[in-house]
């Protein structure tokens, strides 16, 4: 999640799990109690749904969704109603049994009021019109089709879900309760020529009249209504097999067809290496992967689908500054942690978030080695010692900790758990406890009891520590890397030697020497600049190593200083403008550019048509520094501005618009047409783009003179996009 983008160790007496009796029993069903009354969304104990034929025809034009739903459900015991999360909807027709029954839509749920009895099995039809506030998200290309950029760039609309959590509902009567486990078979009606990915195995394609099809999924077993999920928009595939027999569909937009080596590399590596890790079968039909446009996080893990946002469809150069494959990783691992086997509620999260980042990080230790795992642990363990210096530690149990908490602290306990009770034990609890709970729901005790039998200890302190204390325990963690990785030995080992000691009485060079480790030597890049000499420095230049030659880029070193500074080494900083990383070339332009005012065409030239990451990161920062050069091309400066102001365009993901935001207002190019963008920017899906929106309308908003042009350009938009922009009118 990806996208996207929630989620123990100490050492306790061994006896065996069944002389631990009831008090062990007894305490975790009181912990799990004392979490459950926190409230959650309502689920009703007496009705059992089993399964779900749905026909759904998205309306674009309206965004709206023409739905028709049939619910098989059992009454467990006598009720005298049934009900459905339902938001924003209006229903054509109601049918129980296949007879008219009275309803009752407050605009949040649909309730059937009737005597139901014990042990009898009913049928629900439902046919309805939705108008979803969020879930569903019409993603449509505004550029005008003259435009040859646009064409060749975002010739494309999409309709996709994101239904994380409990919020389904926005689309079809369902259940914000992740409780209730249904089979849903999914048919959606769509235009002949769009693809459509969903849950479930694709049995047919039929078409209609009018240009339209429906495309049938089948889905075998039962899944939380938060997980389901489609997507509808213009798509090719790459197609494997993992080695269990199970199909991959990796999809891809036709223009981006070399763009999915790079992207998806390893994808069947991941899954192959899951499925023996887990120890369990991968639970469902298929499994596919599909790129979208503006998604909100990094990927969500929908059954058997995932969605990730298209700003991972990277070529190869890319691929060592930003790839899919944590994301990849961490979805694919929700398939068993959170779809198979899914937390009762938001109280028990560390079982989706902790358990996928942890596997994931296993998953990328198999692909790039365990170096790069235990630096990556050390990372996160850094960032984790961080918020307990400042007071902000969380406990794992706390439903409403931070990400950084659910998915890395998480992660971080069961490192903790398998150092603690060993290989073998930890295997077996996984599996045992994925076996137990499967297509069902579980909670953190339940997890424990599963690993307390495994491990034949008590795991009560590890509970103490890891999931209820708020302290990150940072002298264990480093005691336990310290023993697994040689180069983080060596770090520990130099910083208690700079404790004791001036650090200009350490030898940093002999350390560099010392190791091999590419990690170690970034690191010490990173954090140790202002006391490297310049003959390390140029030996760090003189490596082919990719990441050590960024940090040189992203270094603070002075340029421009006579003490550090001699030809050789600005003769190095010139040669990572030609280095394959995106990253790279753009802090090396940057610095380059900011220094040596006499070379900056050159340094220009040499990267004139570099798009950089997804997000032309280094292109967007080549306009600008095109645009601010005084003599450089001075008849192309129209032609670099149309550009440039081109990519604050809805075409456009948020983070490539939002950079080119930033630069237009650095360099003071804000024009009529971005001012427009920027207002209905403010009313973006993106929460995190839409708050960058607004702070930057804020403050245009002070000056008298952007204010009154803000004004003006409003008169001509729908009122749709004027909604945070009317909230500052109403003010005056």
Request: some cysteine.
């Amino acid at each position: 999640m990806e996208c996207i983008n929630w989620v123990g160790i100490m050492e306790s007496p061994n006896f065996e799990m069944h002389c631990i009796g009831l008090y062990m029993i007894d305490k975790y069903l009181l912990f799990s109690l004392f979490f459950t009354v926190l409230g959650v969304a309502q689920h009703q104990d007496k009705v059992d749904f089993i399964r779900a034929s749905i026909l759904v025809q998205p309306l674009p034009l309206k965004k709206q969704i023409k739905g028709d739903v049939s619910y098989e459900f059992e009454v467990l015991a006598n009720v005298d109603s049934v009900f459905l999360d339902a938001h924003n909807m209006d229903f054509e027709k109601v049918y129980l049994d296949n007879a008219e029954v009275p309803f009752s839509n407050d605009g949040k749920t649909i309730t059937i009021k009737k005597s139901f009895k014990k042990r009898k099995a009913h049928q629900l039809q439902l046919e309805y019109v939705a108008t979803p506030k969020q879930t569903v998200y019409f993603v449509g290309n505004s550029a005008p089709l003259s435009d040859q950029m646009a064409v060749a760039e975002h010739s494309r609309s999409q309709i996709w879900t994101q239904g994380q959590g409990k919020y389904t509902s926005h689309w079809l009567p369902s259940f914000d309760a992740m409780e209730e486990k249904v089979e849903f078979d999914l048919n959606i009606k769509t235009p002949a020529a769009s693809t459509v990915i969903a849950n479930g195995k694709l049995v047919r394609r039929q078409k209609e009249k009018d240009s339209l099809a429906i495309w049938k999924f089948d889905m075998k077993q039962p899944m939380s209504s938060y997980l389901l999920a489609f997507v509808i928009g213009n798509y090719s595939k790459q197609e494997l097999v993992s080695n269990s027999g199970i199909p991959i569909e990796n999809y891809f937009y036709p223009r981006d067809s070399l763009r999915v080596e790079p992207t998806y590399r390893y994808t069947k590596e991941i899954f192959d290496f899951l499925e023996t890790e887990i120890g369990v079968a991968y639970p469902w039909q298929n499994y596919k992967q599909v790129p979208v446009h503006d998604f909100l996080y990094a990927g969500m893990e929908n059954t058997g689908a995932t969605i990730f946002s298209d700003g991972f469809m990277i070529d190869s150069t890319a691929f060592v500054d930003k790839n899919y494959v944590n994301v990849n990783a961490h979805e694919l691992a929700h398939q068993w942690f959170g779809n198979l086997v899914t937390e009762k509620d938001g109280n028990h999260h560390w079982l989706h978030e902790g358990f996928a980042t942890y596997y994931a990080y296993l998953a990328e230790k198999e692909i790039f080695g365990d170096e790069h795992f235990y630096w990556k642990l050390y990372d996160k363990a850094q960032q984790l010692q961080g918020l307990s210096e400042r007071g902000e530690g969380e406990a794992l149990l706390n439903p409403k900790a931070s990400s950084l908490t659910f998915y890395e602290k998480g992660a971080w306990a069961l490192v903790a758990l398998r150092n603690m009770v060993g290989d073998d034990a930890f295997r077996r609890g996984i599996i045992k406890y994925l076996k137990k709970y499967q297509y069902k729901n579980a909670t953190v005790a339940q997890f424990l009891q599963e690993m307390e039998e495994a491990g034949k200890k008590d795991l009560s302190a590890f509970s103490t520590k890891w999931l209820e204390g708020t302290e990150y325990p940072m002298t264990e963690v480093k005691s336990m890397l310290k023993s697994r990785e040689p180069s983080l030995a060596l770090l520990f080992e130099m910083e208690g030697r700079i404790e004791d000691a001036q650090s200009k009485d350490i030898v940093y060079e002999s350390y560099w020497d010392a190791t091999i480790s590419v990690h170690f030597k970034k690191h010490l890049l990173q954090n140790f600049q202002g006391n490297l000499s310049i003959s390390l420095i140029q030996k760090a230049f003189e490596t082919d190593a990719i990441t050590i030659r960024q940090a040189l880029a992203a270094s603070p070193l002075d340029l421009s200083s006579s003490d550090t500074l001699n030809k050789e080494v600005k003769h190095s900083f010139e040669s990572l403008l030609a280095d394959r990383s995106y990253v790279t070339q753009e802090l090396a332009l940057i610095k380059l550019w900011s220094t040596f005012e006499k070379d900056r065409s050159n340094y220009l030239d040499q990267l004139e048509g570099i798009q950089g990451l997804p997000n032309k990161n280094v292109r967007l920062l080549w306009l600008t520094l095109a645009l601010v050069t005084p003599d450089y091309r001075i008849a192309d400066k129209p032609v670099f501005f149309k550009e440039l102001s081109f990519y604050t365009g809805s075409s456009y993901n948020p983070e490539l618009r939002q950079t080119a935001f930033q630069y237009l207002n650095d360099i003071g190019a804000l024009n009529e047409e971005v001012f427009r963008e920027l207002i209905k920017a403010t009313n973006h899906h993106s929460w995190q783009f839409r708050s960058f929106a607004r702070r930057l309308l804020d403050e245009l908003w002070k000056d008298e003179g952007f204010k009154i042009q803000l004004q003006e350009i409003a008169k001509g938009l729908k009122e749709d996009d004027l909604r945070y922009l009317n909230t500052k009118l109403n003010l005056e």
